[in-house]
């Protein structure tokens, strides 16, 4: 168990829907990232919150946001669904306000299916 | 551009033989090299996190090499058991913000 909990783990919906995705970082972590994995794809970094404010964007596409709470949490939404949305998406959290020092957290992933 | 090359895309192995899986990068410059293992439809899980002056770095059965020179890394299991069935990431870091993820290795194990 890495500590990091996102919710929920499945989800489906429909075309032109938009879902909210939830991640609770583990305790004392600040920093809170988004990742997209698709099918026999790779990891692609969306987007890095570091104590409630954004650091880094990645491959986000606009129909994409995402938040980090004054409580650490982070929620990411998904709006205007496209089958190509489908997708694990995973959150991870780590100490250090950077990616690149120390060692990420990932969390369980929540799965979306897009009909 | 900054890019990680795995090898080979998947693998199939005998339980209790050995394997062992390559990564290239040219992420420039280099700050550390990470090797996850993901098991299906769960999260990546860290096993080993190499700097430049580190050539070795084991964790149990898994054994991770770096040439900062050749800018390679290699991953070698030992003695594999079913449990070992999974992805396996290289992540390196230092070219920029962002790490740069490679898309894996996947390994299958049979008994």
């Known amino acids: 168990d890495s500590g990091v909990t996102q919710t929920p783990k499945h989800l489906i919906t429909a075309t032109g829907q938009r879902v909210t995705l939830r991640c609770s970082p583990r305790?004392?972590?600040?920093?809170v990232y988004w990742y997209q994995q698709s099918l026999d794809q790779g990891l692609q970094f969306l987007i890095h919150?570091?104590?409630?404010?954004?650091?880094a964007k990645g491959n986000i596409l606009e129909r994409f946001s995402a938040q980090q709470f004054p409580d650490l949490h982070s929620e990411l939404n998904l709006s205007s669904l496209e089958l190509g949305d489908s997708a694990l998406y995973f959150c991870?959290?780590?100490?250090?306000?950077?990616?690149?020092?120390?060692?990420?957290?990932f969390g369980e992933g929540s799965r979306l299916t897009v009909l | 551009k900054n890019q990680v090359e795995q090898s080979p895309q998947s693998l199939i192995i005998l339980e209790g033989k050995n394997c062992t899986l390559q990564?290239?990068?040219?992420?420039?410059?280099?700050?550390?090299l990470r090797w996850y293992k993901q098991d299906t439809g769960r999260g990546p899980v860290s096993l080993t996190i190499?700097?430049?002056?580190?050539n070795t770095k084991s964790n149990g059965r898994y054994t991770a090499t770096l040439d900062a020179d050749t800018k390679q890394s290699s991953l070698h299991i030992t003695a594999s058991q079913l449990s070992d069935s999974a992805s396996y990431i290289c992540?390196?870091?230092?070219?920029?913000?962002?790490?740069?993820f490679g898309r894996g290795t996947s390994l299958i194990v049979h008994p």
């Open positions: 305790s004392g972590d600040l920093s």
């Open positions: 990564c290239n990068y040219t992420v420039s410059p280099f700050s550390n």
């Open positions: 991870a959290s780590s100490v250090l306000g950077t990616m690149n020092t120390g060692e990420l957290f």
């Open positions: 992540v390196v870091s230092g070219g920029s913000y962002i790490p740069t």
């Open positions: 190499m700097t430049f002056s580190e």
């Open positions: 919150y570091y104590n409630g404010e954004e650091r």
